[in-house]
Structure formats: C-alpha cells, structure tokens
C-alpha cells in the first residue's frame, strides 16, 4: 500500500521560506515521477513543479526561480523548498507520486496522492 505523508507547510510571511517534504512508504521515490500540487480555496488544483526518474524537474512558470523540488533516494522522500513566498502562494500543497504518461506540472496524471500541508503566506 502507497503512502505519501506530507509535512513542513505553516503560515509565514510574504518573502519568506518554507521547505515542504513528502515521506513515501511503498512506493520507491527515484523509480518514478513525482510532484507537487496545490490547490487554493476555490480554485481548481494547480501543478507546482515534477521531477522525473532521472532527475529531470518541470515548474510552473508562477514558481521559477523560487520554488525547488528535489528528492533524497535514500530516505525516499520528495521535498519543496519555497522562497519569496507571496500571498498567491496560499493553498494546500500536495504530494504525487507515479505518474502515469507525463512528467511534467500540467498533467496530473498521478496514481497516488498525499492529504495534503497548507500553507498561508500573509502580506
């Protein structure tokens, strides 16, 4: 059974960090596409950034240059560090893993999905 635990989401300031990681159990981290979503109140999901099985990372052109994806093979878990945070970065932030065609923020064609970590950005 495949389980993606997300943590490190909080309420900060505008300009501010936080560094988002996802804990997988049961599904192997580096054999894989995984990526992160969001999802503001009242807005559909967003893709954020995906990285592929070779290392390959794809981000949202809202992000770039500020946001980072990477992952750690041994502890088999997916991280987002997040600077110059702004207020439209508030949502629910969530991990996937296994993509299914694609690697890339605009599909989310992902088999398996995490609860999600919110994160508030104040100005």
């Known amino acids: 059974q495949v389980q993606l635990v997300e943590s490190g989401g909080g309420s900060v300031q505008a300009g501010g960090s936080l560094r988002l990681s996802c804990a997988a159990s049961?599904?192997?981290?580096?054999?894989?596409?995984m990526g992160w979503f969001r999802q503001a109140p009242w807005k559909g999901r967003e893709g954020v950034a995906t990285?592929?099985?070779?290392?390959?990372?794809s981000y949202a052109d809202s992000v770039k240059g500020r946001f980072t994806i990477s992952r750690d093979n041994a502890k088999n878990t997916l991280y987002l560090q997040m600077n110059s945070l702004k207020p439209e970065d508030t949502a629910m932030y969530y991990c996937?893993?296994?993509?299914?065609?694609?690697?890339?923020?605009?599909?989310?064609?992902?088999?398996?999905w995490g609860q999600g970590t919110q994160v508030t950005v104040s100005s």
């Open positions: 049961g599904y192997t981290a580096r054999r894989g596409c």
């Open positions: 990285i592929g099985s070779g290392g390959i990372t």
């Open positions: 996937a893993a296994d993509a299914t065609y694609a690697c890339y923020p605009r599909f989310s064609n992902f088999r398996y």
